[in-house]
């Protein structure tokens, strides 16, 4: 007879809550955090440890994803990379944008854009004569431009 095979259970959850390592809380800590989150239905007001002296500005405060795993044992451990989910993550030490600039610009110091609109909305007649403050599908984050190469140089985030 051929031996039991060992049956695991990956799923992704929370890797940071708040800038600190989700698994390095302890249960107290997250219930604490979730009671917190439960009860409001605003932004709670902590500090985000990647924007300096700002408050993080999205609700439940994920910061990242985590890969765990659960065994037959019922033990879960890690198994994966942090994977970002929040844009204010990216923005950690103001490093990012001259190191885009760096690699795909050839200058540390680009010129950064932000929030700019994409892709027009298709919209029938009758509406183009409304007011229409919804213009774009969505927006691009950032765009980082050369600051003096012609023609354009340019890389969208």
Request: glycine share 8%; hydrophobic share 30%; proline share 4%.
């Amino acid at each position: 007879m051929a031996g039991k095979q060992t049956k695991v259970r990956s799923r992704y959850s929370i890797g940071e809550w708040y800038g600190s390592s989700f698994e390095l809380l302890s249960a107290k800590q997250r219930q604490d955090q979730a009671k917190l989150e439960i009860g409001t239905k605003t932004i709670t007001g902590l500090n985000c440890p990647f924007q300096k002296d700002r408050i993080c500005n999205k609700k439940g405060g994920v910061c990242s994803l985590r890969k765990y795993e659960q065994g037959d044992d019922k033990r879960v451990t890690l198994t994966g990379p942090l994977i970002t989910t929040c844009p204010n993550r990216f923005l950690e030490n103001d490093t990012i944008f001259p190191w885009v600039g760096e690699t795909i610009l050839q200058t540390t110091e680009p010129v950064v854009l932000g929030q700019i609109g994409f892709l027009d909305r298709l919209r029938a007649a009758e509406e183009i004569a409304e007011e229409d403050s919804r213009d774009f599908i969505g927006r691009i984050d950032n765009i980082l431009v050369h600051p003096t190469k012609q023609p354009m140089d340019w890389c969208a985030l």
